[in-house]
């Protein structure tokens, strides 16, 4: 008997986004949401709780959709996307919280908060090429609206910048999958069924470099990152946490999911070249994040440097390699989110997100202080927190790796060094010292804002100590998929 539980998971909020729009009250709207994100965060515990690591592709549906082109309704879960769905369903939980005293247009931004949730969710269990673009673009709509209507000072430049890279992107994912359906051997959107095919390594090579441009815009990697920054710091806050916690997964995942177990020989070819623009994000981002004086912006540029580590870890092609590379995924998911909402809890007191002019929050608000040094810790890799796990597995499979060469290793274990010298910087100057102007007098976090920071503290805990928390998902699928890239 099929299980339509991925169904309900993705298109629950799309009813969700529509009641949302049409209720008659803001109070309404919020409380629709709420429960709407809350139930599909439900179903998911429900999916992890049932999912067998070891089962490969799970809760499988199938269903004729576009025949004339052979497109299917398919969608299907394994190790690789478990992770991203269960979290895109607790952030955007948590994205409605936050976003809790939105009062410009409530019920447009909650409707919209819904729809985007229904993009995310379905990037992580589309199995279909067709249906996967979809949901890929589908996402690129509400997240452009989030920032132009409730941004800040240059909403519009940052998204229209946001929507034109990623739709640059965008088009090139396209023509790689024109491709992969009209070549001979192929002749079909299913993604699993195309990983089988063995296409001409000279085809994949032109194919990798497709989904390379449209993938790597959406990670993002240098030097195609520039829409990012600015996409942070314009964006409310909700929708910060959601492009950095799933959005940019959506670009790693595509590596993972379609590039390395499709273009198996093309993902070897190319393994240096994805390893050396790995590194110098890692290094760039690093770099650039110390010079920041926002903190918005800091906590922007790691992300640059974060993601650099997954792309390592994937263009290992080694199981630890592909594990970290998942790991560092979830656990940036985790600890960004933390970050920006922070980030955003002392720009509403203080109206201000310099770091000179925030100082001393530990003396004066003692709760946001201590998570804001917790969730730099955890950034900055901290042994004990999620962070350190992801990091030091994609390192670990990179020097293991014959693809990669090591001096790239090298390079990427300095950004290590570099995330700890700002991410410790910004602490002392935040968080220790004497309260600033602007901090002085500012009341400590409420028990709602208490409430959206705790799930993710105990999450970055939790796989910190117990790395099999995650792992245990991750591992099997991982040794699999690094099968088929380094044994074909």
Known sequence: MTSHLLSAIVFLPLAGAAVCALVPSARASRA?????SG??????????AAFDPHAGMQFVERARWIPQIGSEYHLGVDGMSLPMLALSALLSVLAVVASWNVA?????YFALLMLLEVGMNGVFVALDFVLFYVFWELVLVPMYFLIAWWGGPRRQYASLKFFLYTLFGSVFMLVGIIALYLHPAGGTLDMVALAGRGFPERFQMWVFAAFFLGFAVKVPVFPLHTWLPDAH????????VLLAGILLKMGTYGFIRAALPILPEASRAWAPVVAALAAISIVYGAALAFAQTDLKKLV???SVSHMGFVMLGIAAGTPEGISGAVAVMFSHGVVTGMLF????MVYERTHTRMIEDVSGLSVQVPVAGGLLAFASFASL???GLSGFVGEFLSLLGAWKSALVPSGWVIVSAVGVLLAAAYMLTMVQRVVLGEPSEAVAGIADLTLR???????LAALTLTVGVWWDSLLRYVAPAAAELAQKVMGS
């Open 32 to 36: 629709l949401a709420l429960v709407t």
């Open 39 to 48: 139930m599909v965060l439900a179903l998911t515990v429900w999916l992890v």
């Open 104 to 108: 410009e247009r409530p019920k447009t």
């Open 233 to 240: 710091v314009e964006a409310p806050t909700a929708a910060s």
């Open 300 to 302: 922007a540029y790691s």
């Open 341 to 344: 909402l922070l980030v955003g």
């Open 381 to 383: 890799g901290l042994p």
């Open 449 to 455: 804002e208490i409430g959206v920071l705790v799930p």
